[in-house]
């Protein structure tokens, strides 16, 4: 592949990353949430249950921001807080129900759509797209956990 296709393929996806962060922030302003928040809640419903240290971690947050994020969610029943054995370890449960019912409406559209998009294409050419968000997301990955790493 030539330097031109490579920086034309960069470019969409820097585009397609900056327009997801805004379409986020707008569905999160919708739900009374910051798009980071929102982002943070998605998190917390893809791994299910979690500890706060679990959280932090996750998100990079320090302790004391995940304490204001889950207060934060707690305020609008997005999760519950459970106290493990000795009341240090708290455990973050999602309110999987009153998740979906405050999101699924402000992500019907987007959704249908989006649907429509990923149905246009053929079976060869939607393998190609799957391999390329797998092997993208895989690099992302390895680059968080080096970058963590040196925080360390």
């Given amino acids: 592949m030539n330097q031109e ?21 707008a569905i ?3 739900a009374g949430l910051s798009g980071t928040d929102h982002k943070y809640l998605g998190f917390i419903i893809q791994k299910g249950q979690m500890t706060a240290g679990e959280l932090s971690t996750l998100t990079g947050l320090t302790t004391g921001a995940v304490t204001g994020l889950i207060d934060r969610f707690e305020q609008k029943d997005l999760v519950k807080r459970r106290f493990g054995g000795d009341r240090r370890k708290v455990i973050v449960e999602p309110n999987a129900e009153k998740i979906m019912a405050v999101f699924e409406p ?3 559209e987007f959704r249908s759509k989006s649907e429509q998009v990923m149905a246009s294409f053929s079976e060869q050419e939607f393998a190609v797209i799957e391999a390329y968000f797998l092997k993208a997301i895989e690099v992302m990955n390895e680059t ?9």
């Fill in 28 to 30: 999160g302003r919708q």
């Fill in 106 to 108: 402000l992500y019907r």
């Fill in 5 to 25: 296709t490579l920086d034309r393929l960069r470019k969409l996806s820097q585009q397609y990353a900056f327009d997801s962060i805004q379409m986020h922030e």
């Fill in 144 to 152: 968080t956990s080096q970058l963590n790493a040196k925080q360390s």
